[in-house]
């Protein structure tokens, strides 16, 4: 069965200073991998995908992730974080088509001056 | 195009009450999906359909019911509400291996 881990529940940064958000999954084949923002009070709002191609995916308001099959992760990352980047991220694994897509647990983000 | 809609944003219920969360898009998505969303639990999946007439469980169906009768509509229901059933509810769409797009989100507080 598939499963993501998001080790940190919990993270602060610095405005201006750089981000990685950790996650590693379990899946027996090339998954389909996503993360996904939430803002307080909102729903989810995609932030990027990896489906096959490139390993290093670019995303929405500047964030990319890495697709390392070795390691099994698929880290998020930003060089520079701003105020309204503070939310809740959500990484997602699927095998694609019409199959379930399990989320992990999510890690909360603040951001202080 | 409204997407994922959902209603209604906020509901209390009394333990026992019954109630329908409802949801539905208009980008003519075959998947849908309900899922409920507790503090350090991330989402778990409650129900998915991946067309209408069919309907499948996920993690967490004990308690709720669903239906597909159209394309557009998935609604949620709660038969016998219990305190255990106080989340957020978030209804999602998806056509094949694209990603899901999320509905706003219901919160329900069953006292």
């Known amino acids: 069965a598939q499963s993501v881990t998001q080790p940190d529940i919990h993270i602060t940064v610095s405005e201006g200073a750089s981000l990685e958000l950790r996650c590693n999954y379990s899946?027996?084949?090339?998954?389909?991998l996503f993360w996904y923002v939430q803002s307080p009070g909102q729903g989810l709002q995609l932030l990027l995908k990896?489906?096959?191609?490139?390993?290093l995916v670019q995303g929405i308001k500047g964030f990319e992730a890495e697709f390392k099959r070795s390691q099994s992760s698929f880290n998020l990352r930003k060089p520079s974080v701003h105020w309204s980047d503070a939310a809740e991220y959500f990484c997602a694994v699927g095998p694609g088509g019409y199959q379930k897509v399990t989320f992990g647990t999510g890690t909360k983000l603040q951001v202080i001056p | 195009n409204a997407g994922v809609t959902q209603t209604p944003k906020f509901q209390v219920l009394k333990t026992g009450q019954s109630m329908t969360l409802q949801c539905a898009q208009d980008?003519?998505?075959?998947?849908m999906s309900w899922y409920r969303q507790d503090p350090g639990m991330g989402l778990r999946l409650i129900h998915y359909?991946?067309?209408?007439?069919?309907?499948d469980q996920g993690e967490v169906p004990n308690g709720y019911n669903v239906s597909r009768s159209t394309t557009e509509d998935f609604p949620l229901r709660l038969l016998s509400a219990a305190p255990s059933q106080t989340s957020v509810y978030f209804c999602?769409?998806?056509?094949?291996?694209?990603?899901?797009?999320f509905g706003p989100g219901t919160r329900l507080t069953v006292t």
């Open positions: 899946y027996g084949a090339t998954p389909y």
């Open positions: 990896y489906f096959s191609g490139d390993t």
């Open positions: 999602a769409s998806r056509s094949g291996e694209l990603e899901q797009y």
């Open positions: 359909s991946v067309g209408a007439g069919i309907t």
């Open positions: 980008m003519n998505h075959e998947y």
